[in-house]
């Protein structure tokens, strides 16, 4: 992990250097009148944007989890696709919805537009850290309850204070996850402390005070995430499979329908409008938009899919290794460092790539593909080590002490018991790997070699002189290739599967 902590350590020694002198000196420019409006915009974006999202993820993770509400699997799944799309996608999916009205156009692109798309892209998260929590209350805690008060004293007096450490958990992984954005403000034209990060490096290559004004960030960031990381050291909302506690169901009665509609009208308005939208304005003038936007993305789209492949098996990778350390080898350490570079914001983790490998002796990384890739590693290894490491801890440590009595080795034990164990959970982490380095931005922008650029980067560059529809259909070709890829790579992972099962039977 030198590839990402020594770049961090880097820029954190440099922040204190002013023209070859340690000292506070950048720190101390920060207290201005524009760095601090910036700072307190940025920090009441992310505190709109944690308590909208956990108000809202917090209802409907409650009638998702604990109610018998119809077709709640279906909303499960749904309602969990804004995590897999890019935010500049869903971005500008929303602009073209609000163009439409007299206003709109003004509301998206201001402070309130950022907050309203940021809340639709992070409510899906307190949905999984609040359903976590809400999953894991002993029925028998509330069975006892009931029988000396309603449900509604029992969700006030019991359930409301278990599943406090959650809805404190999503706040703050919200904040942070805001507070570090970068893509949408800066599609919407709206100054925030990472857009002049962004400013300062690559406009005015002021690095000292870019770095400065970064560390600022970071500092809240992390502060944050350690407050509450006995909870994310578990994170047990990272899961795939893990069975929680028998959960008591309360059946609705006569509010199951008109609650489920509410669940409708929100899939409707927050997934299918802004796609609908997307594709209304994409076609709107015929097909010539959208076949420009083909010929726009075509050479990006090979690299897209490619870096993203790459930085996908790195994670998967190097996820296992850290998560095996931790979990197997009781490395706690592990935990709280990935948990700091997590709380690092994309803008701050690509300067520090630039500043640590932008020299003789590292040019054929910073030159090549090698820095995108090492991008997607910093910012995303937090989440995979954290999934490999919950699905690990469903093996009982009684298969690999057995074989290893027998005499099986590290590999071998590996080979035969782990690995088959968890096959189809490390394809999903996969797959995440793979969605979230294809819609990376904040980094990518920043380290990307001549010639290396992704579709999100050209999309960036050309929307400030293209016609809207145009970037419309540009948005909407991303979206179809993502969706094209997912599928084509889980019918892959099938069609492996099947042919594996069918030689192992004969």
């Known amino acids: 992990m030198f590839l990402v902590v020594l770049p961090l350590l880097n820029i954190l020694f440099d922040s204190f250097f002013k023209e070859g002198i340690f000292g506070l000196a950048n720190y101390l ?47 499960k799944l749904f309602f969990l696709a804004p995590l897999f ?13 609000f163009v439409h009205f007299e206003h709109g156009k003004a509301f998206i692109y201001s402070f309130w537009g950022v907050v309203f798309i940021l809340s639709l892209v992070f409510t899906p998260l307190s949905i ?73 490096f690559s ?23 350690l407050s509450e990381r006995a909870y994310l050291a578990d994170a047990s ?12 169901i309360v059946e609705l009665g006569s509010a199951k329908y008109p609650l489920f509609m509410v669940h409708l009208l929100y899939l409707f308005f927050s997934i299918i409008t802004p796609v609908v939208m997307l594709s209304m304005q994409s076609f709107d003038a015929g097909w010539a938009y959208f076949f420009q936007a083909i010929n726009l993305l075509l050479p990006n789209i ?39 570079i997590f709380a690092v914001p994309s803008t701050v983790l690509g300067i520090g790539l630039i500043k640590f490998f932008n020299t003789p002796n590292f040019d054929v990384i910073y030159s090549s593909f090698w820095i995108i890739i090492i991008a997607y590693l910093g910012k995303f290894v937090f989440i995979s080590h954290k999934l490999i490491g919950n699905a690990l801890m469903q093996i009982p440590n009684s298969l690999e002490e057995s074989a290893e009595v027998l005499g099986a080795g590290f590999f071998k034990r590996m080979q035969k018991i782990v690995l088959p164990l968890i096959a189809d959970k490390l394809f ?21 070699p001549a010639g ?19 970037v419309s259909a540009m948005s909407l070709v991303i979206l179809l290739v993502t969706v094209l890829s997912i599928g084509s790579i889980m019918f892959l992972y099938r069609v492996f599967k099947q042919i594996l099962r069918f030689s192992l039977s004969t």
């Open 29 to 75: 420019e920060i207290f201005n009148k524009k760095t601090l409006i910036l700072l307190v915009k940025s920090l009441e974006l992310a505190f709109f944007v944690s308590t909208i999202s956990t108000v809202i993820g917090g209802f409907f993770a409650f009638f998702l989890t604990k109610t018998n509400l119809p077709f709640k699997n279906f909303f």
């Open 85 to 97: 799309l890019s935010p500049y996608i869903l971005t500008l999916s929303w602009v073209d919805f």
């Open 128 to 200: 999984l850290v609040i359903s976590s929590g809400l999953s894991n209350i002993n029925a028998k805690l509330e069975e006892a309850g009931l029988m000396m008060t309603t449900y509604q004293n029992v969700v006030l007096n019991i359930i409301f204070p278990l599943v406090k450490p959650a809805i404190l958990s999503s706040f703050i992984l919200v904040f942070v996850l805001a507070l570090s954005e970068f893509s949408v403000p800066a599609f919407l034209s709206v100054k925030v402390l990472t857009t002049e990060i962004f400013t300062q």
């Open 203 to 225: 406009a005015f290559y002021n690095y000292e005070l870019a770095l400065a004004n970064a560390m600022i960030l970071v500092f809240i960031s992390i502060f944050l995430l």
């Open 237 to 248: 909302f990272l899961s795939m499979g893990t069975k929680s506690q028998q959960s008591k």
């Open 302 to 340: 090979i690299n897209s899919l490619l870096y993203a492949t790459m930085g996908a098996f790195v994670l998967l990778l190097f996820g296992f290794v850290f998560a095996y350390i931790s979990v197997k080898e009781k490395v706690k350490w592990v935990d709280i460092l990935l948990l700091i």
């Open 428 to 448: 999903m982490v996969f797959i995440i790997g793979f969605i979230f380095s294809l819609g990376e931005l904040g980094a990518t922008i920043l380290v990307y």
């Open 452 to 470: 290396s650029a992704v579709m999100g980067i050209k999309l960036y560059t050309i929307m400030a002189n293209a016609p809207q529809g145009l």
